[in-house]
């Protein structure tokens, strides 16, 4: 059911020390959906994601998976939640194999169901032929897909992955981005990146946060939909800054060096009209509008703001 809640959390806190490195912090989480959460380092994300995990208790707030209370029933609600930290918990001296089996211990899975889980999520995460290597033995990339088993094995509806392509090769972090969209794609995931193309490619939607409170909230699908509000410009022959300023709709433009120049405009009301017209006095050989994306959004939002 596409528009099923599978996670809603509530005014979620955690302090340490006195500090609120999360606060007051509310979402929800639908069937389908790949949530990407976005911050600079020490924004929060990481203890969010414990929390959702169960790992680690809230000062305030509730959260409940698939419509159960994690903080009244957490076993109940850890039987549909699977979770990859930062550090996955793999022993190295263990074949991937007996890592497996000993993790469908851990969900509570009987020895035969453990068994059957494991050969299907090792086909599903690519790890059919490495099942008797030692994680020790590993590349990083493996040692992530068996990250990524391990916190899949029990099927759950709900996937909570801590930054799961950091310290990956490009090749690496694409296969891990394929397996998370196909595990989301009847699931709910919610994940941590410090990578802004790894959300933007990967997620359905995504939510930044600074200082632990949620600053921005979208569907990556409404933010391609957003019309512009800014124009790149090229002329030979400029006229005074002012002259571009008071251009119809215009509310502020930068001077970019080398005769180029951005215009912000009020939505719907572009400049394009008259720069074609002025076109042949300035010397115009470059119109380019520029759409909103994340990296704007997180330069505003998060690094702007904490500079200030
Ligand atoms: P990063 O991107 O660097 O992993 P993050 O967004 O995941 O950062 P958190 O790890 O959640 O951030 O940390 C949020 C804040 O809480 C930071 O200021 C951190 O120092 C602090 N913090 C986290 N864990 C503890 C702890 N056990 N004791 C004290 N402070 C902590």
Redesign the pocket.
């Known amino acids: 059911m596409r528009n099923e809640i599978l996670v809603q959390v509530e005014r979620l806190t955690r302090c ?2 006195g ?1 609120r ?2 606060d007051e912090m509310s979402f929800t989480l639908f069937r389908g959906q790949i949530l990407g959460f976005l ?10 994601l ?1 929390m959702l995990a169960g790992v680690l208790a809230p000062d305030e707030g509730r959260i409940v998976i698939g419509g159960v209370d994690l903080l009244d029933q957490p076993a109940q609600a850890k039987r549909i939640l699977g979770y990859l930290p ?1 550090q996955p918990p793999l022993y190295h001296e263990l074949t991937v194999d007996e890592q497996l089996h000993y993790s469908a211990r851990l969900h509570g899975l009987s020895y035969r169901i453990g068994r059957q889980a494991t050969m299907r999520i090792k086909q599903r995460c690519g790890l059919t032929e490495v099942g008797r290597r030692l994680i020790g033995h590993l590349s990083k990339g493996y040692r992530q897909r068996v990250g990524i088993a391990q916190a899949v094995l029990h099927d759950p509806s709900v996937i909570v992955l ?2 799961p392509t950091v310290g990956l090769d490009p090749i690496q972090s694409r296969e891990i981005r394929e397996l998370i969209r196909e595990l989301g794609r009847e699931r709910g995931v919610l994940l ?1 990146s ?1 990578l802004l193309t790894e959300v933007q490619t990967l997620c359905t939607h995504v939510q930044m ?1 600074r200082a ?1 409170r949620l600053v921005y909230t979208s569907a990556l699908a409404d933010l391609e939909r957003q019309p512009s509000t800014r124009l790149r410009i090229a002329l030979q022959a400029p006229p005074p800054l002012a002259c571009l300023n008071q251009l119809p709709g215009v509310v502020q433009v930068d001077e970019l060096g080398e005769g180029r120049f951005r215009l912000h405009h009020v939505a719907g009301v572009t400049p394009t009209a008259l720069l074609i017209e002025q076109a042949g006095d300035w010397g115009l050989r470059e119109l380019t509008p520029e759409y909103a994306n994340l990296e704007q959004i997180f330069v505003e939002l998060i690094l702007k703001a904490e500079a200030d």
């Open positions: 340490y020390s500090v490195v999360v911050g600079a380092n020490g924004a929060g994300k990481s203890t969010t414990r930062e801590d930054e941590s410090h946060i632990g």
